[in-house]
C-alpha cells in the first residue's frame, strides 16, 4: 500500500498464471485490482501549473478534481491564457513568468506543462527551490539534460 498525498492506493495481484500462456481448460488469470481511499490531510498541497495550453487546461481540471490539492497560482507567456484559466478554475493569482510560480514560497508542488524545451530547466529550478515536480513528458529534449534534471531532484531529496 502507497501514500500519495491524500490518496492511498493498493494494488493487488491474484492468481499466478499469466496472461501470456496458453489457454487451458484450469488455467487462473492474474487479475490486478486498484483501490483508492482517500483520507483527510491536514493541510492541502498547493500546487503551481507553469503552461496554460491545452494539456495545462486538462491538468488544472484534474487537479481541481483531486482531494486535497488546490491550484494557488498560473503562469503563461501570454499572460491573457494564465488569467483566462486561472478565472475558468478559480485560481487566486497569475503571472506571465514561470519562475514566479517555482518561486512562490506558497507553492508546495509545481505541474510543468510548459513546451519541452523548458521542462530541463524548469525541473532543475524547482528542485533548486525545494519543490515536488510533476512534468508532462518528456522531461527533457535530450538525453544529457534528462539525466541532469533527474539528478538535480535527487540530490535536492
Known amino acids: 500500500m502507497v ?3 491524500s490518496a492511498l492506493i493498493a494494488i493487488f495481484a ?5 496472461a ?4 487451458s481448460q484450469h488455467a487462473v488469470r492474474s487479475t490486478h485490482v486498484l483501490q483508492m481511499t482517500t ?3 491536514k493541510d492541502p498541497v498547493k500546487v503551481g501549473v507553469i503552461g496554460c495550453g491545452r494539456i495545462g487546461i486538462v491538468h488544472l481540471g484534474a487537479i481541481n478534481k483531486a482531494p486535497g490539492v488546490v491550484p494557488i497560482v498560473v503562469s503563461n507567456p501570454t499572460v491573457s491564457k494564465a ?3 486561472a478565472k475558468k478554475f478559480g485560481v ?6 514561470a519562475m514566479e510560480v517555482i518561486t512562490d514560497p506558497d507553492v508546495d ?3 510543468i506543462c510548459s513546451p519541452s524545451q523548458f521542462h530541463a530547466d524548469q525541473i532543475k529550478a524547482c528542485a533548486a527551490n525545494g519543490k515536488h515536480v510533476f512534468c508532462e513528458k518528456p522531461i527533457a529534449t535530450d538525453l544529457a539534460e534528462t539525466v541532469e534534471a533527474i539528478n538535480a531532484c535527487n540530490e535536492a531529496g
Open 3 to 5: 501514500r500519495l498525498g
Open 14 to 18: 491474484v492468481g499466478s498464471a499469466s
Open 20 to 23: 501470456f500462456a496458453p489457454a
Open 39 to 41: 483520507t483527510e490531510a
Open 83 to 85: 488569467e483566462d484559466a
Open 92 to 97: 487566486a493569482k497569475f503571472t506571465s513568468d
Open 109 to 111: 508542488a509545481v505541474w
